[in-house]
T-cell receptor, first 116, second 115 residues
């Protein structure tokens, strides 16, 4: 089954304790992206990657890191999490050639992070 | 700057009736795409329908249709024959004309279907 898998689905942690949210897709998609969702703000892009070893900042990259060492994986790293990073996070992927087409981005099921 | 505006934080509709969820957008790009996603209480994002800026006809997908008025920069979602399972948050999103693939989302509209 074609899917984007995020782990963990839920995490409660404390300020300053490094954490990684994993994202893996099995559709051979070149493009991957991370969003955060906050009430009243919709979803905002954190980082994106057009292919292996190619990453770039989105609208709200502060406090986050990403890496793209393999095509299928795009982990989101919070080196020193703070309470304002409490949010619902989504990973998404698509074929690069579809960026201008009608093919939607495929979203993972979300990761709910609470930073105390 | 590109922007999506959804002015209805919450909507109610009676089961089996039709409902329109509003979405307006702002962009200077000539080429762009508009998407609607559904987010049930379980949290996942479900793609519903797409409209391209050069599409001459309004998109339809089953009970979903998109009322696309390019001159007014609006892309309203119409759900016909509402079902209880349609209760969810709905997001309008625009894909920029650049190659970043970024989706710009509106604030969302919560729809509740009453039995």
């Amino acid at each position: 089954e074609a899917q984007v898998t995020q782990n963990p689905r839920y995490l409660i942690t404390v300020t300053g304790k490094k954490l990684t949210v994993t994202c893996s897709q099995n559709m051979n998609h070149e493009y991957m992206s991370w969003y955060r969702q906050d009430p009243g703000l919709g979803l905002r892009q954190i980082y994106y990657s057009m292919n292996v070893e190619v990453t770039d900042k989105g609208d709200v990259p502060e406090g986050y890191k990403v890496s793209r060492k393999e095509k299928r994986n795009f982990p989101l790293i919070l080196e020193s999490p703070s309470p304002n990073q409490t949010s619902l996070y989504f990973c998404a992927s698509s074929l690069l050639g579809t960026l201008r087409s009608n093919q939607p981005q495929h979203f993972g099921d979300g990761t709910r992070l609470s930073i105390l | 700057a590109q922007k999506i505006t959804q002015t209805q934080p919450g909507m109610f509709v009676q089961e089996k009736e039709a409902v329109t969820l509003d979405c307006t957008y702002d962009t200077s790009d000539q080429s762009y795409g508009l998407f609607w996603y559904k987010q049930p209480s379980s949290g996942e994002m479900i793609f519903l329908i797409y409209q391209g800026s050069y599409d001459e006809q309004n998109a339809t997908e089953g009970r979903y249709s998109l009322n696309f008025q390019k001159a007014r920069k609006s892309a309203n979602l119409v759900i016909s024959a509402s079902q209880l399972g349609d209760s969810a948050m709905y997001f309008c999103a625009m894909r920029e004309g650049s190659n970043t693939g970024k989706l710009i989302f509106g604030q969302g509209t919560t729809l509740q279907v009453k039995p």
